[in-house]
């Protein structure tokens, strides 16, 4: 199984940039699709965005759509979230999070579905 690890959060103003990353660490990082998940205190774990492990398949929360944009470089075994255009209701507690499958072209929206979570990078979007 994987390990996840995210990184690249911060302080960011409004308008701002920020891209973050979940390194993988295990046998393979193929054979999982992938997502990104956030939260703030009191609220349930949202849904961000999400791929498959093939790379071609995308999909995004609406609240997103247009302004982030996610990745996967297979080889690196790193997954990656750019995000441009922050508003201050991004900012959340940002997950990785990985879910096997044999598809190559399925991906998940239910936090539910992912085996693995990555322990989450803070990302703050000042007005």
């Known amino acids: 199984q994987v390990q996840l690890v995210e990184s690249g959060g911060g302080l960011v103003q409004a308008g701002g940039s920020l891209r973050l990353s979940c390194a993988a660490s295990?046998?393979?990082?193929?054979?999982?699709?992938m997502g990104w998940f956030r939260q703030v205190p009191g609220k349930e774990r949202e849904f961000v965005a999400a791929i498959s492990w093939g790379g071609r398949s995308t999909d995004y929360a609406d609240s997103v759509k247009g302004r982030f944009t996610i990745s996967r470089d297979n080889a690196k075994m790193t997954m990656y979230l750019q995000m441009i255009s922050l508003k201050p209701e991004d900012t959340a507690v940002y997950y990785c999070?990985?879910?096997?499958?044999?598809?190559?072209?399925?991906?998940?929206?239910?936090?539910?579905?992912?085996?693995?979570w990555g322990q989450g990078t803070q990302v703050t979007v000042s007005s």
């Open positions: 999070a990985a879910k096997f499958t044999y598809s190559s072209t399925t991906y998940y929206y239910d936090p539910l579905e992912y085996d693995r």
């Open positions: 295990g046998r393979t990082f193929n054979y999982y699709a």
